[in-house]
């Protein structure tokens, strides 16, 4: 990691926290649902898709709170479907970022409950935005729908688990891992579009950016599952090999997931260059997560 990247992160990371617990804290529940949601918001994270809203945003010298609570409502939905994932109807793993899950700690029903209180919360995180067109408000509510619906991650979800009772070509492994990863990761980046007022053009960039960001985030987490170890990822490390599950690595080998994963890494960098401004930090996010161990 960059010493620009580092200090972006340690000087936003903390508000991003504090501002994810304090919109949980505030609202009017049994105090049983708020600790169950808010230990899987405290259980840790790289927070890469809050960071990306308010790194594009910075890109457009736009340092306005709004960007950390539509950070924050991203979150929610990310942590959210990890609280899905883990449950015993699906993925049933026991551990995630080195903690016991969600479901192990306060049982399926709440577990599940917590899922639910999370998702709804960021939409109304994103309705009662301060300082925010009610047009733009309406955008990124459906932005955010699309992204983490039956259009997108939860559309992906379903296809992998169809996906687990064969294998998977590449064009559909694809299309799997657009939608289940890398439809938050785009929803992360062209919010902060629209919070900065992005042209067409820049917006448009941004995406295809994003859409090669989200593949390459998945290869490498695809990869990390052969190479990285359970203490390193914080989860079950070979899960994906034990299921015999379609992956990147499973359909290209090691070595040809490592040539895909620096192919969207350039294709990432190249969408950058049709913004005429000073992309530096989102070229360094784009290394860092094709770079990272966990």
């Known amino acids: 990691m960059t010493n620009h990247l580092k200090q972006f992160i340690d000087e936003n990371l903390p508000k991003i926290e504090a501002e994810l617990y304090d919109l949980v804290e505030r609202i009017k529940a049994p105090q049983s649902l708020k600790d169950s949601m808010l230990y899987s918001l405290k259980a840790g994270g790289k927070r890469i898709r809050p960071l990306f809203v308010v790194a594009v945003c910075d890109l457009f010298h736009n340092k306005q709170q709004e960007a950390l609570s539509v950070g924050a409502a991203v979150e929610m939905v990310h942590t959210y479907s990890l609280i899905h994932d883990d449950l015993p109807s699906m993925d049933d793993d026991d551990m995630r970022r080195g903690k016991p899950t969600n479901h192990v700690v306060y049982g399926e029903a709440l577990a599940t409950l917590a899922g639910d209180a999370l998702n709804t919360l960021s939409f109304g995180v994103l ?3 301060e300082n925010v067109e009610p047009q733009k408000k309406v955008e990124l509510i459906n932005l955010l729908s699309v992204a983490s619906g039956a259009e997108g991650m939860v559309g992906g979800q379903v296809l992998d688990i ?3 009772s064969r294998s998977l070509n590449l064009p559909e492994l694809e299309h799997v891992h657009i939608n289940k990863t890398g439809a938050i990761l785009r929803f992360s980046i062209e919010s902060g579009a629209v919070l900065s007022d992005a042209t067409k053009e820049e917006r ?7 859409h090669h960001i989200g593949l390459a985030f ?4 695809d990869i990390l599952d052969i190479v990285g170890t359970s203490e ?3 989860k079950t490390a070979g899960k994906d090999v034990q299921s015999d599950k379609s ?3 499973a359909l290209l080998t ?3 997931a490592n040539a895909k994963l620096e192919e969207h890494y350039d294709f990432a960098l190249s969408a950058l260059t049709k913004i005429e401004k000073n992309t530096s930090l989102l070229e360094e996010f784009a290394s860092y997560i094709v770079k990272r161990n966990n």
């Open 247 to 249: 992956t990147y690595p």
């Open 254 to 256: 090691l070595e040809g």
């Open 162 to 164: 169809d996906g687990e």
């Open 127 to 129: 309705a009662r935005l």
């Open 204 to 210: 448009a960039a941004l995406v295809e950016y994003a």
């Open 218 to 221: 998945q290869i490498q987490d």
């Open 232 to 234: 390193e990822l914080g």
